[in-house]
């Protein structure tokens, strides 16, 4: 897919219609998902914000999903209650793609997330340890990519998080550990994967203030990493990464953002059996 872009696009998925369902605040994963669309020769048609949603006149999202369904070929939904997605496929009638639920899962941004280590380190085949730094409670990325990962061999998982934010047990398995110190970390492994402190999922916003600053990577704490290591972020990051580490060879997450466009434009072509 990146050779398609490069050729400025394909026209694979000409005259099907994506739909683009976000009721929760996004700018790189449905711009990345609707750019796929396009790159593919597809159109769009997309609701953001549920303010301006029926959901908000009290529609039933079973039956949101059924009118859609009935528009478009293919669904990315983001909402702010786990298990949204999984409602509207089973109404759909249509491939339905989850683009974030609540504190659930992010299965797409981990797909792009492995496509971005695997260009730097080969899973399957490589020994590789990662870190996850952050916010491990709420982060639904973390709950993807934890996911994904368990499935190559050699992988192996620490997680690094103030107590109160740690892996769910749900996702944390014998053979992974937990840290709170990123020092414990930091030197070991290959691959650092930052997340930002999910503030909207925080009831006491006192809490988020004391937790938001946990982890901070700037030059000094990137100079502690291995040399061969990356650091990546589902983004967008807050303080949690400086923007002098931008320029750092550590630093991969725009390239890993860049990925999404070409990892859903595969995944799109594979949903729509094209
Ligand atoms: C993430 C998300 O929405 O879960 N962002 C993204 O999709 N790239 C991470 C976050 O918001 O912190």
Request: net charge negative; with cysteine.
């Amino acid at each position: 897919m990146e050779n398609v872009v490069k050729v400025r696009g394909s026209g694979i998925a000409q005259h099907r219609i994506m739909a683009t369902l976000f009721y929760e605040p996004s700018t790189r994963t449905r711009l990345s998902f609707e750019t796929a669309m396009l790159r593919l020769g597809g159109e769009i048609i997309s609701e953001t914000g549920v303010e301006f949603s029926s959901i908000t006149k009290g529609e039933r999202l079973e039956d949101t999903a059924r009118i859609i369904g009935g528009y478009a070929d293919i669904i990315a939904i983001r909402s702010n209650k786990q298990g949204d997605a999984a409602k509207i496929a089973a109404h759909a009638g249509v491939p339905v793609i989850n683009a974030g639920d609540g504190a659930g899962e992010h299965p797409t941004q981990s797909l792009l997330d492995a496509y971005t280590i695997n260009q730097h380190f080969s899973l399957g085949t490589e020994k590789i340890s990662v870190a996850f730094v952050g916010d491990l409670r709420y982060g639904r990325t973390v709950h993807s990519l934890t996911t994904l990962l368990r499935n190559f061999p050699d992988i192996s998982l620490h997680f690094v998080a103030p107590n109160e934010l740690q892996i769910p047990d749900s996702y944390f398995q014998s053979g992974d550990t937990k840290h709170e110190s990123l020092n414990e970390v930091l030197g070991k492994v290959q691959v650092i994967y930052n997340t930002r402190i999910q503030k909207e999922r925080f009831e006491s916003p006192e809490r988020y203030e004391f937790l938001k600053d946990s982890y901070v990577f700037n030059i000094e704490t990137v100079a502690k990493m291995r040399s061969d290591a990356i650091l990546l972020h589902p983004l967008p990051r807050l303080g949690e990464i400086a923007p002098e580490v931008d320029e750092l060879p550590q630093a991969k997450y725009f390239e890993e953002a860049q990925n999404g466009v070409y990892v859903r434009m595969a995944l799109i072509e594979w949903c729509l059996g094209l």
